[in-house]
Nanobody, 124 residues
Framework: QVQLVQSGGGLVQAGDSLRLSCATSGLAFSVYNMGWFRQAPGKEREFVATIMRSGRNTHYADPVKGRFTISRDNAKNTVYLQMNSLKPEDTAVYYC?????????????????WGQGTQVTVSS
């Protein structure tokens, strides 16, 4: 049984930092590209960041470039999202996801497995 269990998140002030973690089990983590998405109230789920299997290649959505960093530890089967300089517009439920593919994707529907989601709220 595949599980993606998220931790981290919470309520912070603008300018603060948070780190999200996503621990996986039941899948061959090192062969999956991993991504983070977010969904704000009344909006569609949107791409945040992705990291390829080796960890060498990453890609970010424009709104988070320079502030967020995605990383992975294949020995721990875990992917992380370090979020710095948080803004109120970053408020959303954040999801990690796993994609068994050759190239990384920014499309949510192409991901195979999803975490349960974790709330991030940034106050001004």
């Amino acid at each position: 049984q595949v599980q993606l269990v998220q931790s981290g998140g919470g309520l912070v002030q603008a300018g603060d930092s948070l780190r999200l973690s996503c621990a996986t089990s039941g899948l061959a983590f090192s062969v999956y590209n991993m991504g983070w998405f977010r969904q704000a109230p009344g909006k569609e789920r949107e791409f945040v960041a992705t990291i390829m299997r080796s960890g060498r290649n990453t890609h970010y959505a424009d709104p988070v470039k320079g502030r967020f960093t995605i990383s992975r530890d294949n020995a721990k089967n875990t992917v992380y999202l370090q979020m710095n300089s948080l803004k109120p517009e970053d408020t959303a439920v954040y999801y990690c996801a796993a994609d068994f593919a050759i190239v990384s994707s920014v499309v949510a529907s192409e991901y195979d497995y999803w975490g349960q989601g974790t709330q991030v709220t940034v106050s001004s």
